[in-house]
Nanobody
Framework: QVKLVESGGGLVQAGGSLRLSCAASGRTFSSNAMDWFRQAPGKEREFVARIVWNGGSIYYGDSVKGRFTISRDNAKNTVYLQMNSLKPEDTAVYYC????????WGQGTQVTVSS
């Protein structure tokens, strides 16, 4: 069983920063990519960023390139999302995800950016 727990969300003014964390447990993740997605009210879930645990390959959604940075700490089985220059349109519930045969999602953490 894989468990993902996000933290770090909150309320921030436009232009501010937040750092999200996703702690994974239940097995090792040395060869799996981990993703961040987000979902705003009334909208579909949107890809935000991906990091491959062992290769370090990183990908970003177009809407966050240049503002968000994904990183990982393999020793802690934790992935981070540093979010800078936040905009009101970044307001959403942010989820971490991993696919190990099945898709596993965390419970989500709310990010609200005020204008």
């Amino acid at each position: 069983q894989v468990k993902l727990v996000e933290s770090g969300g909150g309320l921030v003014q436009a232009g501010g920063s937040l750092r999200l964390s996703c702690a994974a447990s239940g097995r090792t993740f040395s060869s799996n990519a981990m993703d961040w997605f987000r979902q705003a009210p009334g909208k579909e879930r949107e890809f935000v960023a991906r990091i491959v645990w062992n290769g370090g390959s990183i990908y970003y959604g177009d809407s966050v390139k240049g503002r968000f940075t994904i990183s990982r700490d393999n020793a802690k089985n934790t992935v981070y999302l540093q979010m800078n220059s936040l905009k009101p349109e970044d307001t959403a519930v942010y989820y971490c995800h991993i696919r190990i045969g099945l898709d596993y999602w965390g419970q989500g953490t709310q990010v609200t950016v005020s204008s």
